[in-house]
């Protein structure tokens, strides 16, 4: 069974810093999917960004951004110019690749970012 | 454009109590999933639906039942309420295909006394 590890509970980052979000994961499978889920305190689930783990080029979105290493199984994200409304937990997810109806997520435990103005 | 909808928002149940959690779908998806969140946990999946008729267990499935009444409805059930399923339940739903993103509901918190 996979396993997605997060090993920062929370983090905190000045308004319009960089922070890096941490995420490893366990898996013997070579064709799967990576995301971070946003959860703002509404409680919402918002996709932040996702990764094919067979693309060798990280994905961006704006100003989220991710480090793909995948012989490390490691799967960062990186937010630039951190805004008050990026405050929230942030969960990383795992997903298999090629089986059809089975696009079940595992995710990590998160790590709650705060935004200090 | 509702996306995934779930009923009610907040519960309150005694030990022992039955009650059904509803989610619909107007995205014509075929795929459907409950998960539950703890703090601390984060996100497990306790059942989900690749199509209408069928569904699988997930990771904690003890204590819950589940039916795909349609292609845009899956409930989940606690025949017995126990404290232990005190959490936020959340359902999702995405189409079949390598390409394909899950999209959430707005949650049930589910208090259990």
């Known amino acids: 069974a996979q396993t997605v590890t997060q090993s920062q509970p929370e983090m905190s980052v000045q308004e319009a810093e960089t922070v890096t979000l941490s995420c490893t994961y366990d898996?013997?499978?070579?064709?799967?999917?990576l995301f971070w889920y946003k959860q703002p305190p509404s409680r919402q689930m918002i996709l932040v960004i996702r990764q094919e783990a067979y693309k060798q080029q990280n994905a961006t979105e704006n100003r989220f951004s991710v480090n793909f290493q995948k012989a490390a199984k490691s799967f960062s994200l990186k937010i630039s110019d951190s805004q008050l409304g990026d405050a929230a937990m942030y969960f990383c997810?795992?997903?298999?690749?090629?089986?059809?109806?089975?696009?079940?997520?595992?995710f990590g435990t998160g790590t709650r970012l705060t935004i200090i103005p | 454009n509702a996306g995934v909808t779930q009923t009610p928002k907040f519960q309150v149940l005694k030990t022992g109590q039955s009650m059904t959690l509803q989610c619909a779908q107007d995205m014509n998806h075929n795929s459907m999933y409950w998960y539950r969140q703890d703090p601390g946990m984060g996100l497990r999946l306790i059942y989900y639906s690749a199509s209408e008729g069928t569904t699988d267990k997930g990771e904690v499935p003890n204590g819950y039942n589940v039916s795909r009444l349609n292609k845009r409805e899956f409930s989940l059930r606690l025949e017995s309420a126990a404290p232990s399923q005190t959490s936020v339940y959340f359902c999702?739903?995405?189409?079949?295909?390598?390409?394909?993103?899950?999209?959430f509901g707005p949650g049930t918190r589910l208090l259990v006394l």
């Open positions: 898996t013997s499978e070579s064709d799967y999917y």
């Open positions: 999702a739903s995405s189409e079949w295909g390598r390409q394909e993103t899950q999209y």
């Open positions: 997810a795992y997903r298999s690749g090629p089986s059809i109806g089975n696009e079940k997520l595992t």
